[in-house]
């Protein structure tokens, strides 16, 4: 199984400031034939479903505010939030979809410094 | 626009068995595969299985193999969950959701409690 380790397990931040997420896999989620990094990032809120971000590690999903941003290629990921808004309080989650069993971090809970 | 609605959670006793159903609307339910994903209480996310647009290819994770029996009715738009051997460990929010091969869209989620 493709193990996803997540970093920070919790994070507080301060409004306005810039929040890192990390995110490295036990093996590439890079698919050679087409170029593109099976990695996926997710929101939840509490009390809510999750919500995609991020996928092909770096496109933003159709909704998104542009302050959210994935980056990385490979075992390596990060996303960035640029300027920490009171609504991005929440957990986050990146997820491989490499290959099954499609395995996610165990979550970084972001909170308001 | 997409919708997907689970339901047949609730309280089981150890040993027992559910089925969960998700309603599915708003897009052409027989092109995308789906999966069944749960969250136990205050923990992560897990993926629980998938099946193809045309229910060809399943997989379970190991934790539900032998035991969940994911399924498709493409004419009625509906993906199940039949969960047998239910036990304390199974008790989650289970979530469907639409694969596009990330999890785009997810449903409310139904929770399901093991106990007795």
């Known amino acids: 199984d493709i193990v996803m380790t997540q970093s920070p397990d919790s994070l507080a931040v301060s409004l306005g400031e810039r929040a890192t997420i990390n995110c490295k896999s036990s093996?590439?989620?890079?698919?050679?034939?087409?170029?593109?990094?099976?990695l996926a990032w997710y929101q939840q809120k509490p009390g809510q479903r999750p919500k995609l971000l991020i996928y092909?590690?770096?496109t933003r999903e159709s909704g998104v505010p542009d302050r959210f941003s994935g980056i990385g290629s490979g075992t390596d990921f990060t996303l960035t939030i640029s300027s920490l808004q009171a609504e991005d309080v929440a957990v986050y989650y990146c997820?491989?979809?490499?290959?099954?069993?499609?395995?996610f971090g165990r979550g970084t809970k972001l909170e308001i410094k | 626009e997409v919708q997907l609605v689970e339901s047949g959670g609730g309280l089981v006793q150890p040993g027992g068995s559910l089925r969960l159903s998700c309603s599915a609307s708003?897009?052409?339910?027989?092109?995308?595969?789906m999966q069944w994903l749960r969250q136990a209480p205050g923990k992560g996310l897990e993926w629980v299985s998938a099946i193809s647009s045309t229910g060809t290819y399943i997989n379970y994770a190991d934790s539900a193999r032998g035991r969940f029996t994911i399924s498709r009715d493409n004419s009625g738009n509906t993906l199940y969950l039949q969960m047998s051997s239910l036990g304390p460990d199974d008790t989650a929010v289970y979530y469907c959701v639409r694969v596009g091969p990330y999890c785009d869209y997810w449903g409310q989620g139904t929770l399901v409690t093991v106990s007795s």
């Open positions: 708003g897009f052409t339910f027989s092109s995308y595969s």
């Open positions: 093996q590439t989620l890079l698919y050679s034939s087409n170029n593109k990094n099976y």
């Open positions: 092909w590690a770096s």
């Open positions: 997820q491989q979809y490499y290959g099954t069993p499609y395995t």
